[in-house]
C-alpha cells in the first residue's frame, strides 16, 4: 500500500527557506508523477508544485513559482520541496501525493511568522 512520510516543516521567519521531503514506500516510485500539496484549516487542499517521473518537467501554482522548487531522488523513493523567500501566507501543513492515489500522509506544518 502507498506509504508517504513528510519531514522537513518549521517554524521560519518571513524572508527564509525550508526544505521538505516526502520519504514514499508501497509502490513503484519512479514510474508515478509526485506532486505537492498545502492545506490551511477551514479551506480546501491547494495543489502547489508537480513534478513527472523522470523529474525533467515540473508545474507551480502561481503563488510560488519562483521561489519553490521541486525535485526528486528516484534512487532514494523521495521527493523534495526546497521553499525560498517565503512568506507568512505560505503558512499551511504540506502533504506529497502519488498521482492517481487516494492515499495522504500526515503532513509537515510549515508556519511562517517573526
Do not use: H
Not at 7 to 16: C, D, F, H, K, T
Not at 46 to 60: E, F, K, M, Q, R
Not at 85 to 105: I, Q
Request: hydrophobic residues 30%.
Amino acid at each position: 500500500q502507498v506509504q508517504l512520510v513528510e519531514s522537513g516543516g518549521g517554524l521560519v521567519q518571513p524572508g527564509g527557506s525550508l526544505r521538505l521531503s516526502c520519504a514514499a514506500s508501497g509502490f513503484t516510485f519512479s514510474a508515478y508523477r509526485m506532486s505537492w500539496y498545502r492545506q490551511v484549516p477551514g479551506k480546501e487542499r491547494d495543489l502547489v508544485a508537480t513534478i513527472s517521473p523522470a523529474g525533467a518537467s515540473t508545474n507551480y501554482a502561481d503563488s510560488v513559482k519562483g521561489r519553490f522548487t521541486i525535485s526528486r531522488d528516484n534512487a532514494k523513493n523521495t521527493v523534495y520541496l526546497q521553499m525560498n523567500s517565503l512568506k507568512p501566507e505560505d503558512t499551511a501543513v504540506y502533504y506529497c501525493k502519488k498521482f492517481a492515489s487516494t492515499s495522504w500522509g500526515q503532513g509537515t506544518q510549515v508556519t511562517v511568522s517573526s
